[in-house]
């Protein structure tokens, strides 16, 4: 059965931007997709629909076989402790170690003292930052907060993670490192979501590519 299952969704903001225009979109389990398009295309709508961030207009959204439309306050808060995000921009706590920041998660969540011991160091470790444990954001380069923030979308092991323009903020280096460990991350079964505008990243891979212009859902390679 399909992860994500998006059926002619529209979304018209309020002030009328029409950001989504019955789109249709299946995501299967496992699968990788590159969600691509230029500014304001509305790549980062559709990502904030997935995860009830934003309301549709009209159409179904439906992850994980549960239709969003159903879904309030702690159902939908349920939902979303399955879904990883990442954002361009990390949203990292700026007083808090990196230890902190991704223990943070599993704490509110109400996760065991030991349980969140026994996930921390293999989640660090998967992206690299083993050794930088006790380090501020800002004693860190863009690309290392970057896997921070994406060590603390997946130590919960959600089933499902959401990257918006993870690499908008990269140089192509650390924009490959990014792409690396994502799809490191699908290999061991979780399906990712990714949105860029960066054409050259995408020719660099095979994975499933959709494209997006002024709202409209368009399949590049499949
Ligand atoms: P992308 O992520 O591809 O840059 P967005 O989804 O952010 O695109 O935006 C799609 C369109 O919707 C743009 O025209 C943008 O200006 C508009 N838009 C995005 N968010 C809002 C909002 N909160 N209110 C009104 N218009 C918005
Ligand atoms: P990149 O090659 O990813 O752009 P930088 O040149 O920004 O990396 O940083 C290189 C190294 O210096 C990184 O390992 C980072 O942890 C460290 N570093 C960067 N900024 C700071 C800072 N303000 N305080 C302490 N260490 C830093």
Redesign the pocket.
Known sequence: DPMVVLKNLTKTYRNGSQALVNVNLRVNRGDFLFVTGPSGAGKSTLLKLLYGQEQPTSGEVIVNQQSLRQLKGNRLAMLRRRIGVVFQDYKLIPRRTVAENVAFVLWAQGFTRKEIQRRLQPTLKMVGLQD?TH?FP???????QQRVSIARAVVGTPPLLLADEPTGN??L??SRQVIKILKKLNSIGITVVVTTHDEQLVRLSNHPVVQLRHGYLHYLRS
């Open positions: 930088k380090r800002d004693e860190l380069s863009g690309g290392e990269l140089d280096d650390n």
